[in-house]
């Protein structure tokens, strides 16, 4: 092993003297088997005596270094060793084309040489790596030349390129069916857990498998988008590199990316270039993980997905209100944050709503419409603003170019046009604004004849089931021009809606009582926000009663069918009750 150290304290010392080489040479698979078989003899007590919470660091280091071979050769996949350091980047990669010619049977082509090495890149400064893919007689080459500095400051790394297995095989092939660890079928995903439902057995994406082939026993336990998703969520990313990578990478990659969990490990942390090379890695190979067939699956991804998110955004939100528990509430948070913060909340509301309240999205959905007469209005508002602001920014350019010439500084004949410009982009958007208000008032006069008489607008809305309520129809006829007022208006006709369709099906069911408590929340919620919770409260109580009790009954407060005598009185009644 070369030199020889008298205790573990002179060896660490020797291992922080070799951090840059330990840190930047990739181990080969037999150094890592070695390295733990040595740091398993390692005394454990012995580095938490002297390092404490580094102990385990510090562990690996030394059994890093003293894994790592000096012959400063490397083997490729075929067992053929080739040298690793180089003093000059032409000599690396000289050698290279050399070794691949002898021990590969590639020979790369010249023209590939001259187009991406020779007039390519210039050679990698240090910290900088090259990398080269070239094409030639027996195969293709891949070459990456990276600078670590000192004497021979150019490490080499190469291998064969291989042909991907899903390239060379049909589909109709790829799936294999395997019982009691032998493969007894192959075919198709859909045939062969077709078969598997007859005969019993698991299916796997095996596309170098044949019928007859054992199976081994750690395929029982292969690596599955759940996995994938539990060590995400854990922040394993490293480690799902290195699984992705047993299950469909190389063996150069099995190397790199082992040799990237090692430089994470020692160091407790991940440098740039590692990450960019793990996480390219992760996304070549995890869309095929996604194929793969998991038997156990109960068909309902997206909702256990969502099940995953929804608990990671509830410990989120737990964590940042911890958190705002501890501040001052004059505390200043930065715009971005709060802007952030209010787009969050109104996206946990509609998704909420979308799955209690089936009505909301519906109506979500209409208002969405791009053209129709709510996104028309809004249009007018923006032409409006946009007007205002290329009038300002004509201003604003005017200002400079006059302060340019005052100053008889140069550079004002580009800009002067642009004055011009910006007030003609201001005057159209103008007229563009008031030519689709014209039109709309034109719609308006129209929709207003047709509305129903027991139906109101307010703002840009209009109610469709109003006629349920006729105190509703006093009370937010009266506060329109209040701010929120619209946005009640709608909440309220998503009620009565609900309200009417239990009705017509002769009471309200469970589903029913619990969306309606839901949405009466919400609608004392804004009715409080605008100012007139109480008067809101006095029918939509009611409201909520006869959806929860059937006491009033539902359908009380209709104002579009002819009463009899005695549910005109006891109209009368509960009204007077609510002053």
């Known amino acids: 092993m070369g030199q020889k150290y008298t205790n573990i304290s002179d060896l660490y010392k020797q291992v922080k003297l070799n951090e840059r080489e330990i840190i930047e040479r990739k181990l080969t698979p037999q150094e890592l088997e070695d390295r733990e078989r040595i740091a398993k003899k390692l005394p454990m007590a012995d580095f938490k005596k002297r390092y404490g919470k580094d102990a385990m660091a510090v562990k690996m280091a030394v059994a890093t270094n003293m894994a790592k071979a ?54 990698p400064t240090e910290g ?126 099995d190397i790199k990316v ?56 509830t410990e989120d939100a737990m964590q940042i209100l911890q958190k705002l528990q501890t ?36 109506e979500v959905e209409l208002d969405e419409k791009a053209g129709d007469e709510n996104d028309m209005k809004k249009l007018v508002g923006e032409l409006q603003n946009a007007s205002k602001m290329h009038l300002a920014q004509s201003k604003r350019v005017k200002a400079h170019v006059d302060m340019m010439k005052s100053g008889n500084l140069k550079g004002t004949l580009a800009l002067a046009p642009i004055v011009g410009e910006l007030e003609n982009a201001s005057k159209a958007h103008l007229r563009q604004s008031k030519t689709i208000a014209k039109h709309m008032e034109g719609m308006s006069e129209s929709v207003i004849n047709e509305q129903p008489e027991h139906e109101i607008t307010v703002g840009n809305y209009t109610t469709k089931h109003f006629y349920m309520c006729g105190s509703a129809q006093t009370t937010m006829k009266k506060h329109a021009d209040k701010e929120g007022a619209e946005e009640l208006t709608r909440m309220q006709d998503m009620f009565y809606k609900m309200e009417k369709d239990a009705m017509d099906a002769g009471g309200a069911n469970e589903e029913q009582k619990k969306k309606s408590q839901i949405l009466y929340d919400k609608i004392m ?23 929860l009790k059937g006491d009033p009954k539902l359908g009380f407060g209709r104002t579009d069918v002819k009463e009899s005598y005695q549910e005109m009185i006891a109209r009368i009644m509960s009204q007077r009750s609510m002053r």
């Open 128 to 253: 900088k790596t090259n990398k080269y893919r070239l094409k030639g007689k027996g195969g293709n080459l891949q070459i990456q030349v990276y600078n670590k500095g000192g004497s021979k400051p150019f490490e080499l790394n190469m291998y064969k390129e291989e042909t991907e297995l899903d390239e060379m095989i049909p589909k109709s092939t790829m799936y294999a069916l395997v019982k009691d660890g032998k493969v007894i079928a192959k075919g198709s995903k859909r045939d062969m857990v077709s078969k598997m439902k007859k005969e019993g057995g698991k299916v796997f994406n095996a596309p170098s498998k044949k019928v007859g082939d054992t199976m081994k026993e750690s395929l029982d336990e292969k690596f599955t988008k759940k996995d994938f998703a539990k060590n995400e969520d854990e922040n394993q990313h490293t480690k799902n590199a290195i699984e992705l990578v047993k299950m469909f990478g190389t063996s150069a990659e």
């Open 70 to 123: 000096k012959n400063e050769t490397i083997e490729d996949e075929l067992g053929e060793k080739y040298n690793l350091y180089h003093s000059t980047f032409s000599g690396a990669m000289q050698h290279a084309y050399d070794y691949a010619k002898k021990k590969m049977g590639i020979t790369v082509d010249p023209k590939e040489i001259d187009s991406k090495v020779a007039t390519g890149p210039k050679k």
């Open 525 to 547: 919620t804004k009715a409080k926000e605008v100012g007139i919770a109480d008067e809101v409260d006095k029918y939509m109580k009611m409201h909520l009663d006869s959806m």
């Open 258 to 313: 082992n040799a990237i969990a090692a430089r994470h490990n020692m160091k407790g942390s991940i440098s740039r270039k590692d990450q960019q090379d793990r996480d390219a890695i992760i996304k070549k190979y995890y869309p095929k993980l996604k194929e793969e067939v998991e038997i156990n699956e109960d068909g309902h991804q997206d909702v256990a997905s969502a099940i995953r998110q929804c608990k990671t955004i």
């Open 327 to 362: 501040m001052s509430p004059e505390d200043a948070l930065p715009t971005w944050w709060t802007n952030k913060l209010a787009v969050a909340s109104n996206s946990m509301n509609k998704m909420r709503d979308y799955l209690l309240v089936p009505s909301v999205s519906e």
